[in-house]
Each structure stands twice: as C-alpha cells, then as structure tokens.
C-alpha cells in the first residue's frame, strides 16, 4: 500500500497523560501537514513541514502539542498532559512536488481522552 | 471565522437523482478547491479539484461548477447511487503561506434505493 498510513488508529488515554502519534507520508512527497478534525466538522489545519522542516503552526496548537519530521520522512505528534477537549481524529496529509496543491490523507487517528 | 460556508448540512437524494452542494469562499488568494469525500471511520478522500482558471470540470459523475466573481462553487453528483452516501467537504486553499486547506463544516448525503 503506497498511501498514507497513521499509527494508532485508535488510542484510548486518561486526562493528563502524554500521547504520540505516528504518520508515514507517501514515499518521496515532500510536504506532510496535520489537521484535527471534531465530530461534525471538517479537517482544521494544525501544522506544515517542507522535509524536515517545520513552517507553519496554527494558533490550535499550543505548547501542549509538539510535532517533529526528523529525517524529512515520517512524521510525529505528540500532546502532552493531555485534557478532554483534545479528543478528537488526528489525520496526517502528504503533498508531492512544488506546485502541485493535492493532499492525500491517511486514516487518521482517533483520540479519546476520558 | 469559517473561511468557508457549506450547505446544506444534511441531503436526501433519491438513487438517479442529482445531488448538490453548495460552497462559498471569502479570500480571494485561493486558487485550488478540492471536493473530498469521507466515509465514517476513514480520513477525507480526494474526490475531485478545480483552479479558478476554468468553470467547470467533470470526471465520471461528479462535476465542479465554479463561479470566481461569486466566490462560489457546488458539486453535483450525477446519478446518485447508495455507495454514495458519505459526508462530503469542499475545502479552498493555495497562495496562504502553508498552502494549507481550509475546510467546509461538511454535508452528510443519504441516498435512498
């Protein structure tokens, strides 16, 4: 499968913890985003990286979340002390060459923090 | 503030029938509008996308009617089908610094057999 591909699917956490999330982009695109997506709504955009490089925050993610590329090719998001309103489905998108304005999304990840 | 509109929340379509949805923008720097379709449980799938250069574009049943002094664009599905049923996003986005998407709230069509 060459899509994108995110690791977990679902994760289940208690108020408070710390959780990773993982997005493996289409093999050779160099630019990766991350939305959060609430039930009912559309995708809302969290984050850019041009290879490794991290280009754009939206003001959503606050010093809570930290996202890495570290070689230009996968990608991580993390939360930290994790609260209720952060429960929600993460979803990774992977764009190719410059110019070209297609995003492809994974599955997403599904997070429930009880 | 929603930098897209998209109505109408909910649809009900007869299988056959022609299923619209209708989407409006504020920022005249997008120049990319992208039709995804999403199933419960999946991450958006790209459906369909048009530049501002042309006014429609067609690929099998779906086509994107885009109409730039209006800042406004609809799909329509031609011969609606039960696989069809999904929650459908149009999104605008390009010439943002990020070139990130910004996404419509989204319409959950139902078609009916």
């Known amino acids: 499968d060459t899509g994108v591909s995110q690791n977990p699917r679902h994760k289940i956490t208690k108020r408070g913890q710390n959780v990773t999330f993982r997005c493996d982009p289409i093999s050779e695109h160099n630019r990766l985003y991350w939305y959060r997506q609430t039930l009912g709504q559309g995708p809302e955009f969290l984050t850019y990286?041009?290879?490794?490089?991290?280009?754009?925050k939206s003001r959503l993610l606050s010093d809570r979340f930290s996202a890495e590329r570290p070689k230009g090719s996968f990608s991580t998001l993390e939360i930290q002390r994790t609260e209720q309103g952060d429960s929600a489905m993460y979803l990774c998108a992977s764009v190719g060459f410059a110019g070209t304005y297609e995003q492809y999304f994974g599955p997403g990840t599904r997070l429930t923090v009880t | 503030q929603q930098q897209v509109k998209q109505s109408p929340q909910s649809l009900i379509v007869q299988k056959g029938g022609i299923s619209i949805i209708n989407c409006a923008y504020e920022?005249?720097?997008?120049?990319?509008f992208p039709w995804y379709q999403q199933f419960p449980g999946k991450g958006p799938a790209l459906l369909i996308a048009i530049r501002p250069d042309v006014s429609e574009k067609k690929e099998g049943r779906f086509t994107i009617s885009f109409n730039k002094s209006a800042k406004q664009f609809s799909l329509h599905i031609m011969d609606s089908q039960p696989g069809d049923s999904a929650t459908y996003f149009c999104a605008a986005g390009g010439q943002t610094g990020a070139n990130n998407l910004f996404f419509g709230t989204g319409t959950r069509l139902t078609v009916i057999p």
């Open positions: 920022n005249t720097a997008f120049d990319y």
């Open positions: 990286f041009q290879n490794e490089a991290q280009l754009e």
